[in-house]
């Protein structure tokens, strides 16, 4: 019996992870044309004046994101092949996958781009994720492409932004965000964005981008900056403690690193 209510909880965790935050407020359009002058990869993301690009290691999780490919049609599609409702919160859209099922959601798509990342650069020992009952899902198929691909359903399945946040560790200086970080509330209901990209000023000053996948399952996108419009995509590091996104909120104390 305390395995079966075990369980119930954890489902009912995975099934309302990235429900929409009451406190956001988007309006829903309808799809976007494809625009010429977005970029290829977000890499090419322009940056505000002033701004250099963070320096990156070489074969590092943050030099691997930055080569991630952005689409030309800014749209956004569900798991379905239907436009999201709402089509204000992204930039630009990730040339990724998303897959037929309802699966790769919130914390999905960040747990799917670590994995790849190690899978990309042979680190397979380095692939496990941990769902909230402490159940460990190491890979251990290899260079095997097809079976990676069940294998991330199955994390997809049972494993969250409840379950992510723990396994994560905390970053106690916001000024000390990097590539590859994560903003999580894991819980009921949590959402999770990934920082995509940084960049600083002389002054030291940084700035960074936002990539999420949300509920239903649908397209990896960048995201907007709802709040200071005159540099998005990027979000400052030295704001409020609060950090406002197109579709959810966040405090600083929600930064996680792998």
């Known amino acids: 019996m305390r395995a079966f209510c075990l369980l119930l909880v954890h489902l009912l965790l995975i099934s309302f992870s990235c429900r929409e935050n009451p406190g956001s ?10 625009s010429p002058t977005l970029p290829s990869k977000v890499a090419e993301i322009s940056l505000p004046s002033g701004y250099k690009r963070s320096p990156v290691s070489t074969g590092s999780f943050g030099e691997w994101l930055r080569q991630l490919p952005l689409k030309k049609d800014k749209t956004v599609y569900l798991y379905n092949g239907q436009p999201k409702p709402n089509q204000s919160a992204q930039f630009a859209v990730v040339d990724i996958s998303t897959g037929k099922k309802d699966l790769q959601q919130c914390a999905d798509a960040l747990m799917r781009l670590r994995a790849e990342y190690l899978f990309a ?7 496990s994720f941990t769902d909230y009952a402490g159940k460990n899902y190491v890979w251990k198929g290899g260079k095997d492409t097809a079976a990676f691909k069940g294998y991330l359903e199955q994390v997809f399945g049972w494993c969250g932004s409840a379950s992510l946040e723990k396994q994560l560790t905390a970053v106690m200086d916001f000024n000390h965000i990097s590539i590859g970080d994560v903003l999580i509330q894991g819980g009921f209901p949590g959402h999770a964005v990934m920082v995509i990209d ?3 000023n002389e002054n030291g000053e940084k700035i960074y981008c936002l990539l999420q ?42 930064l996680r690193r792998w």
């Open 198 to 200: 940084l960049a600083e």
């Open 121 to 127: 650069t042979g680190q397979f020992d380095k692939i």
């Open 213 to 254: 996948s949300y509920q239903p399952a649908q397209d990896m996108h960048i995201l907007v900056n709802p709040v200071e419009n005159s540099i998005s995509p990027w979000y400052r590091a030295g704001t409020d403690r609060k950090i406002y996104t197109p579709e959810w909120h966040f405090e600083k104390q929600h």
């Open 25 to 34: 407020t988007s309006p829903d359009i309808g799809p976007l044309p494809a």
